[in-house]
């Protein structure tokens, strides 16, 4: 059977734009395949499709003539949407909206400029543990084709260089008729002088050849959220390398690294370290400071606690990314047996061993 697109968003077909694009965003969440309860590539891909025709007023037009996915495919020669642009490998910083955007690109004329994009960059940065736990702003310098200046990224030596393109009229498109089983068809390409741009320039920017582009180093803020994780993808949209002659810039990929701490070790949300106590500590109880990401805290050691006792500490381990389940601190204990003893000392314990006798403590030790 014939893939319905409108089906396939659960929208009717009188759906606004807004409702197509509400739709796409739940579906598209629920099925990312990264979505480890409900992730479903298929579905993903084809909802994605159906979105990207839905989404264009001139794809949607020719959709609807036909009302049945193949048809369409095999007449408009649409073939789907690239996926490999859109940055689709990170779930957590994947913006929806932002991608049902770019379907959109040029709506008007039906082809975007996004050919001529900016290259995407990455860039990693190295952050500590009690910056994980208080989140950071992080300086970076990128060296980048960033816009050039003179022009403002337009390529053009003033304004006026900047002309309505003679081929398509501004349009950025060709309409061309095709002959097609259902009839003479109507399809429109994106103009080849103007790059579907509908602009061209006349007398290029003497600093940047016409490109829009210079080679600069540029002072970037990175907020790093609290509990990041390591290896994690932050997204920062359009501060990749600038597009050619003012067309959108990509964006800059920040790999976050958490570097290993001397004393916590991290389970998720959760940190955990090792608190030495001597015997007597350990026989009588006692309250001992311990480390946490913010300072120290009081623990209180019961009489009697064991070596190897993990106790929790409550809300001092790591804040979550998503805003709920705060981490915890797990303190395991280690009870330090001294090496040497004065003769006092050792007087005194076989006194207490004598007085445990008869609880058959410390028997085999003195006997
Ligand atoms: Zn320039
Ligand atoms: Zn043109």
């Not at 989404?55 to 959709?63: E, I, S, V």
Request: some cysteine.
């Amino acid at each position: 059977m014939a893939k319905d697109y409108y089906r396939i968003l659960g929208v009717s077909k009188e759906a606004t734009t807004e409702e197509i694009k509400k739709a796409y965003k739940k579906l598209a969440r629920q099925y990312h395949p990264d979505n480890k309860e409900t992730g479903n590539e298929e579905r993903f891909k084809e909802i994605n499709e159906a979105a990207a025709v839905l989404a264009d007023t001139d794809k949607r037009g020719q959709y609807d003539q036909f009302g049945d996915a193949d048809a369409f495919k095999r007449s408009s020669g649409f073939s789907g949407y690239d996926f490999s642009e859109a940055g689709f490998g990170d779930f957590a910083s994947f913006d929806f909206g932002d991608i049902f955007d770019r379907f959109f690109g040029g709506g008007v004329s039906g082809f975007s400029r996004g050919s001529r994009r900016g290259r995407d960059l990455r860039a990693e940065i190295e952050i500590s543990l009690e910056e994980v736990a208080s989140g950071v702003t992080k300086n970076l310098v990128i060296a980048k084709l960033d816009a050039c200046s003179r022009c403002e990224g337009t390529g053009a030596q003033s304004g006026s260089d900047v002309v309505r393109c003679p081929d398509c009229h501004g349009s950025g498109t060709l309409k061309q008729a095709r002959r097609t089983p259902f009839g003479i068809f109507a399809t429109s390409s994106p103009c080849r002088r103007c790059e579907g741009s509908g602009e061209v320039v006349e007398h290029p920017c003497e600093m940047c050849d016409g490109t829009g582009q210079l080679e600069k180093e540029k002072k970037i803020q990175v907020k790093v959220p609290a509990g990041v994780e390591n290896g994690m993808k932050l997204r920062i949209a359009g501060e990749g390398e600038a597009g050619e002659r003012g067309t959108p810039a990509g964006d800059l990929y920040i790999i976050v690294h958490v570097k290993e701490h001397g004393q916590f070790t991290r389970k998720g949300n959760d940190i955990h370290v090792e608190a030495p106590i001597s015997v007597v500590q350990a026989m009588l109880g006692d309250e001992i400071e311990v480390p946490t990401l913010n300072g120290t805290a009081v623990l209180r050691i019961p009489p009697g606690t064991q070596p190897g006792t993990v106790f929790r500490m409550k809300g001092r381990g790591l804040p979550s990314m998503h805003g709920y389940g705060e981490g915890s601190e797990f303190v395991r204990i280690d009870v330090e047996i001294p090496k040497s003893l004065s003769r006092r000392q050792k007087e005194l314990l076989k006194e207490f061993a004598e007085a445990s006798k008869d609880k058959g403590l410390f028997r085999r030790m003195f006997e």
